[in-house]
């Protein structure tokens, strides 16, 4: 179901006819499949806003017809509540007077999704100046805003710890985009010279749109494990779609990524849009990124192959696939010394056995 959930993806976003659209119906075997691999890839609401504004609900059984409304309905009211603990948190730094850049899921669903129940959010995330870190958390801290549970591994970070309301919701506040080892070179200055007024938030800004498309290449490739990440992916179409719509649009990217060395992140993700979800995306663009870009044959085999779960190749290939994605990153992030060396050392034998686990009880089932 990961393959049709891709093409119902990308047909949304080309505007396909409903006659295109019906056809990739026709192909859905087993809907009950297609609700649980869309949920885990976050698309479920735009399956069903895809469907809805293509008068195509009533070509599917009531029973997961109802489900994909209140999946939606779910959805938009978690939004609702992440919209109003941000305006919460922006007013409490508003009173220091700290200014705030909107961030990845709360900054796309204004910028350039159609409706506000369309993209999933998970928590909240806001960016202040680097000199205003520490005035922002002791506000914060004052307002009864206390760490939240999840512990984050040990070094240096781009971002306080999450913070939470005591009701669920987290959120986070960064200093940078990316890690401080991450392998790019975010000059976080020259990110708040192009700053725009956000529209939802009179408190708060929004990216150029050129350095969102970088955070979100920068997440994917650096800060996620890519396996399972077609949202993220969803959201470069969406930025693409609204703010790039000419190809002279792409120039000052170019210069941009080369500025923040970012080439390589920006690149796969534009190239991995164009495509599974045909981003329009000028051939030059690639060729200049590729050009400025570090190789990735193999990986691209590995994130194609697992961006949209695991229903298109075997259990174990994907839990191996995914294993190396992840051990990759971590790779990239984990500080020097000798819990990295262990890790280097130890982790490859046990994502061997973690296949092999998985492998050999089917197997025994032939």
Not at 158 to 185: C, K, M, S, Y
Not at 262 to 288: D, F, G, H
């Amino acid at each position: 179901m990961a393959a049709i959930s891709v093409q119902l993806m990308r047909a949304f976003s080309c505007d396909a006819t409903q006659q295109e659209v019906l056809g990739l119906l026709g192909q859905i075997s087993n809907w009950r499949s297609l609700i649980t691999s869309a949920a885990s890839l976050r698309v479920l609401p735009l399956l069903y806003r895809g469907l809805l504004t293509r008068d195509l609900l009533a070509r599917i059984d009531s029973s997961y017809r109802e489900r994909l409304k209140a999946e939606y309905y779910r959805n938009l009211g978690n939004n609702i509540a992440c919209a109003s603990l941000t305006t919460r948190i922006l007013e409490v730094l508003e009173s220091g007077k700290v200014g705030a850049v909107l961030l990845k899921g709360m900054a796309h669903v204004y910028d350039c999704y159609q409706d506000f129940g369309e993209r999933v959010i998970g928590d909240i995330d806001l960016l202040v100046k680097t000199e205003e870190l520490e005035q922002a958390s002791s506000l914060l801290s004052q307002a009864g805003f206390a760490e939240a549970d999840a512990a984050e591994p040990p070094g240096p970070h781009h971002h306080l710890p999450p913070l939470t309301d005591g009701a669920g919701l987290n959120f986070e506040i960064h200093h940078n985009l990316a890690p401080a080892r991450a392998p790019v070179q975010i000059d976080p200055r020259k990110l708040w010279d192009r700053v725009c007024p956000s529209r939802a938030f009179k408190q708060a800004f929004l990216l150029d749109p050129l350095d969102s498309l970088i955070h979100t290449s920068i997440h994917l490739w650096i800060s996620s494990d890519v396996a399972g990440q077609l949202y993220q992916l969803i959201d470069i179409d969406r930025l693409v779609r609204t703010h790039f719509s000419e190809e002279r649009n792409f120039e000052p990217l170019l210069d941009r990524a080369a500025q923040f060395a970012a080439a390589t992140p920006v690149y796969r993700t534009l190239s991995l849009a164009a495509e599974l979800l045909k981003t329009p995306v000028p051939r030059q663009t690639l060729e200049t990124l590729r050009q400025n870009s570090a190789g990735w044959k193999g990986l691209r085999h590995l994130a194609r192959a697992t961006m949209a779960g695991r229903d298109e190749i075997s259990a174990w290939r994907y839990a191996m696939y995914r294993d190396i994605l992840s051990y990759r990153k971590i790779v990239l992030l984990k500080p020097r010394g000798f819990e990295r060396g262990w890790y280097l050392s130890t982790r490859p034998a046990a994502m061997i056995l973690d296949g092999l686990r998985i492998l050999l009880p089917l197997r025994l089932r032939r």
